[in-house]
């Protein structure tokens, strides 16, 4: 069965998909700092008492700043960083729901590591470069276009 997508052919534009996996890796280095950073900021607001749950703090500031900076720009802030930005199955940026479905499924692939092996091995060897998520709902991480100047 094959998926029809509005996604841009990977052939003919093969420069939108030039070194997005590398790319990615570095996004998510700059979001994890971010995610680091904003966890230690609320720490004290819970008068520390979030030390004793800090790792499910740190899930949940993740998963809300990946839906929310997802939903806002289609893309987190280390996307931004390194100019990609994901797209919606129709071409476009995605939406809230996209953007909340983009985000639980990564975190399922972050809770699951053979799951996360195989996000990793698809984005290295898959011709639009997509993670399991992306499979799943169509999505691809592009780079962004220049803008005219």
């Known amino acids: 069965m ?3 997508t509005a996604l841009p052919d990977p ?3 093969a420069d939108l998909y030039r070194d997005v996996p590398t790319k990615r890796l570095v996004a998510w280095g700059v979001d994890l700092l971010a995610i680091l950073a904003m966890t230690v900021v609320l720490v004290p607001f819970t008068f520390f ?3 004793f749950y800090l790792p499910f703090l740190a899930m949940m500031v993740s998963f809300l700043y990946r ?3 997802i939903a806002r ?3 987190t802030w280390g996307m931004r960083f390194t100019a990609i930005e994901l797209r919606a ?4 940026r995605m939406d809230a729901s996209q953007a909340f479905l983009h985000t639980l499924g990564y ?3 972050l809770a699951v590591f053979p799951l996360q092996l195989v996000s990793i091995a698809l984005m290295l060897m898959s011709e639009r470069k997509q993670g399991l998520t992306d499979h799943v709902l169509g999505t691809a991480a592009l780079n962004r276009a220049a803008s005219p100047a």
Request: proline residues 0%; negative net charge.
């Open 2 to 4: 094959t998926q029809t």
């Open 11 to 13: 052939y003919t534009h």
């Open 49 to 51: 008492t979030a030390l």
């Open 67 to 69: 839906w929310v900076t």
């Open 73 to 75: 720009g289609s893309a």
């Open 89 to 92: 199955a129709d071409g476009g």
């Open 107 to 109: 975190h399922i692939s």
